[in-house]
């Protein structure tokens, strides 16, 4: 494999592949941050519209008004319209802490009046106590129709503003009342009782004004309301409101996605649609462009050293610390990263598709609890009939079956029930089944009705102002009246039953295979100008129904009807019995059945765990219909009924946080149940608990990938770091000077070949240290004493061994011969002949004592046989007198020696110019005297005068003259080690790179 393919696949393996995996991390990442500020923003926007709900609601407003001057005048005394009031005549009456009228002055019947009344709303329903008769009128003034406005007013509670009709649109001629009780002593300001007409501002004009408030906080708000008059937000063209609104009204959910941003819905009052636009949030170019660069350069760096090692060889810098990192990264670390993105977005998916499976479970829990319904009623027909005696053998009578109707009545909630037989003849007739809860009421102690009361409230039903009489005293002439005639559409009902009946016992008969006997003509009583077309088309639709307990659409709503036809003895129709229920309530029935089956806390079931999950049941349109469980707080269900009534969804899924935990949310509009919202709540933590077993094998396999990497990296690195470490102990020895410390070689290895190599150079390294010992001891050990004279010598070499060589000799004629050589390069080689011209000195010196010039002119012909030009060598000879006054020289290219004064310092420079030892064969050698006259002769090596300072400049002669001085200011006695020491300050830190060596002969001791 060449060196470019090699460069191609690590940098496909080193740095593409990581970084794919990084950007593909990076972008989910930025992708999840994007979706959680979209959503941020789309709460913070939807809090913004609930709040705008209530500034645009006059109503609203008004009562926050009022209720703010209620405890200013509770705190201050003074009482100041609300700017939230409205114009016009009203009424404002303040109560001390008894309830007695402080404020306006009336005239004591009227004030005591009004007092009692009073008294009267601010007390809870379930304490009942019943409006005295003078109470309605004494409040005539106040209320238009106090009768039935003084018990709404009562029952809503105090502290907000209200209005008798519930409508779209709001009459300015109604009035809108509330009240605001803080009971205390009398002598404080504790009520106020408010009733003003109605606010004159038009919806358009208070939505314009919520939208440009809005508009000045940094908000585009636009709105829809009920008579078409619409607005749409700042920013968003017509023609992509009207598209929103229709998407809107045609698919379920509260936000609407366009390309130019989002448009949030909300339900307001009065059935005006709030929308808020929402920009598109702004991206963090600069960040994504910024790591882009940086990634890039990043890159290009990688790659070109990448090329550089694999195609030119160029090595990375780079410490063996940094190198094991690297290793343990791309060992450990990458597997790790690419194991937990792999895990991340498992997870994601993971918990998604639980969050999908728990929402699919609940709605599947619903739609049981839906379709049940219609067992549940086809049950109940079979118990109407088994109670009626159809299956009894012989068949009960028509005045037995009058009879079993009656304790049907009695025992289940039937709204109507009528009994026709086949002349269309009525047998029974009933209807308003409540008028015989009320007698079987008042026959009950009123002690025992109060509790009923309660019950009946808290499931939201709102007495009427005469139903309140069964709970206060017992009416005895209720007991004795005569029971309420049927309105006139039961009256119609009853007919158009009685002109169907025939038909449908003949039809009956017909479907049992019983022939007819024949019968006189009768009168048909289906007069369409009688009956009306809404009783033609349930007498045309109640064929499908005979025998049955099914739902249908009545002229007055939705019932649930069960029609039959009872048979004599020989299986003729003989009577015709509809019993029709309101839907509602018969609904109400099933969901108390169900809940016993399934409680609240545990809708999957008795016996299935208890995970937090729970379900409600809330009805939708009816105030009056129970729901399940009772009790639910209207802050949290409302929401949900509005937007399941706003959308037109059948299902919706959601997620709130109620109570401090957050719930997945499963709205389901029942369709057996169509006056139910029903609701499943499942606790977050359900589906975190089911994700933490895949998020403990998630780990346990990044546990695992860890592990693995770290094994396999321990034993590469357990087999790298061995040796490494024997390596560095011997490095540690061998700089204590031991060189006995060999490595474990392995064979086949990279680092077995270190190891090999590196004993090789230990025994080297020892050989060299003895071939020092052996150099050091051709050196004088010491200081040498001849007559007058003292010669020492100081010699520091940068290897074991080196070229320098110095020497001296006492000759036979009493004479002193002073040596100084310097051998052309290093290491062995030089010391080598450093030793032969030891030998050679040695031998020659006493040969001619009195003639230096004969010493080098025979050590210049050896050198020349000997190794033929392949080494040189400076030197320089002097034979001193041992009175020291005389010296007579020769010079071999060796630098010139120093004539130092002993008093006072001062240095000249012997010239002494010639080619050194072994260079050329026409060299000649001439001998120099010299009178001392007690100075001191100073030798050194060309060393102390080449090496470089750090800026790469020489020492040069006049800045070594300068350190010879200072060395022998400092150190006189021994100024040897003193001038290399201030040689090496001129140089440091640059390391010497050549053997020095300095000889000083001086005069006296």
Known sequence: MSPRQKWVLASLALWALPAVFFWIAFWQWEESRQQAAQARAIADLTAFLDRA????????????????????????????????????????????????????????????????????????????????????????????????????????????????????????????????????????????????????????????????????????????????????????????????????????????????????????????????????????????????????????????????????????????????????????????????????????????????????????????????????????????????????????SLDQVVALAQSLLERFVILEAVLIDASSRVLLADAEPWLRLYRRLVLTPLPRRRPLLAEWMAMGWVPLPQEWDLFGPDPQEYRKGPPRSTFNYFKRLVKALQSAAPDLIAYANTLRGVAMPPTEPRRDLSLEGFLGEEFSRLLRGMRPYLFHCRAMEAPMGAVMLCATVLADAQGMGQATLVFTHHLGHFQADYLRAVFRRYPPDRPAGVDAPADGSAWKALALQNVELPSFPPGEPVAVTMPWREEMRATGATVRTLERRLAGRDYLVTLYRGTQLRDYLLVHLTPREAVTARLAAFQQRIWGMLAGTSLIGLVLTGLFLGRLLIPLNAIAQGIRALRRGQATHPLPAHDGDELGLLCGEYNQTLDLLREMEIAAVVQRQLLPPGPVRCGALTAMGVNRMTQAVGGDYFDFQVLPNGHLAVIMGDVSGHGVSAALVTAMAKAAFTLLCPRYPDHPAGVFDEMHRALLDLLGKRKMMTCWLGYFDPAGTVLRYVNAGQTFPLLIEERTGEIKEVACPSRPLGITRTAAYQAATLELAGRAVLLYSDCLLETQDASGQEVGFDRFKRAVQAAWRRCPEAPLPAILEEVEAITRPVPWTDDATVVLVRPGA
């Open 53 to 396: 709900r209530v500034a645009g609601d006059p109503l609203w407003q008004a009562s926050v008004g009022w209720s703010r001057a209620f405890a200013r005048w509770v705190r201050t005394g003074r009482l100041r319209r609300p700017a939230a009031g409205w114009p016009g005549q009203g009424h404002v009456i303040l109560f001390d802490g008894q309830g007695r009228v402080r404020f306006p002055r009336l005239p004591p019947a009227q004030q005591d009046a009004i007092e009692r009344f009073f008294a009267w709303i601010r007390r809870p329903a379930w304490s009942y106590e019943p409006l005295p008769p003078e109470g309605f009128a004494e409040a005539a003034p106040l209320l238009p129709e106090p009768a039935r406005d003084a018990v709404k007013l009562r029952t809503r509670g105090g502290g907000r503003l209200w209005l008798s009709p519930v409508t779209g649109h709001i009459p300015v001629s109604l009035p809108v009342a509330g009240f605001w009780w803080q009971p205390g002593p009398a002598a404080e300001r504790a009520g106020l009782l408010v009733v003003l007409p109605a606010f004159p501002e038009r919806p358009t004009e208070a939505w314009q004004r919520v939208v440009k408030g809005a508009a000045q906080a940094g908000r585009q708000l636009g709105f829809v309301l009920p008579g078409g008059n619409a607005q749409a937000p700042a920013g968003v063209p017509s023609d992509t409101w009207l598209a929103a609104l229709e998407r809107y009204r045609r698919e379920p959910g509260h936000v609407v996605h366009l390309a130019s941003g989002s448009l949030v819905f909300r339900e307001a009052p009065q059935g005006v649609l709030l929308a808020g636009f929402l920009p598109p949030l702004p991206r963090r170019d600069g960040l994504t462009v910024g790591l882009a660069a940086g990634f890039l350069a990043l890159s290009l760096l990688a790659l070109a050293r990448l090329h550089a090692f694999y195609v030119r060889g160029v090595p990375f810098r780079l410490s063996l610390g940094g190198k094991l990192l690297v290793l343990l990264g791309l060992g450990v670390g990458f597997p790790l990263v690419l194991a937990a993105t792999v895990g991340a977005t498992f997870l994601r998916e993971k918990e998604a598709a639980l969050v999908e499976e728990a929402h699919r479970a609940a709605r599947s829990f619903l739609e049981k609890v839906d379709t049940g319904f219609e067992a549940f009623a086809a049950h109940r027909g079979l118990v109407y009939a088994r109670r009626l005696g159809e299956h009894r053998r012989p068949p009960p």
